[in-house]
């Protein structure tokens, strides 16, 4: 059984009409590690994650996150 947390600051939240913690973990994506099956959040519901997170950190992130996705589609 997968388990997904998230730690936020107090008085933010991760819960929008843009994201949903249950569609996450249907798109995450199986990594091997050691032997064992480790689900990883996308990069797509990362970055919905992040925006709606709204933190500036968060935001900061976005620009990265927005080039690994890239990466690869060439």
């Not at 997968?2 to 249950?22: L, P, Q």
């Not at 797509?44 to 620009?63: C, F, Q, S, T, W």
Request: net charge positive; charged share 25%; proline share 3%.
């Amino acid at each position: 059984t997968a388990s997904f947390y998230m730690t936020f600051t107090s008085g933010s939240s991760c819960t929008g009409k843009d994201f949903s913690f249950e569609q996450a973990i249907k798109n995450a994506i199986i990594v091997p590690v050691d032997g064992l099956k480790l689900p990883v959040i996308s990069v797509v519901d990362l970055i919905k994650m992040k925006k709606v997170a709204g933190r500036e950190v968060d935001l900061n992130d976005i620009a990265g996150l927005k080039k690994i996705s890239r990466y690869g589609k060439k």
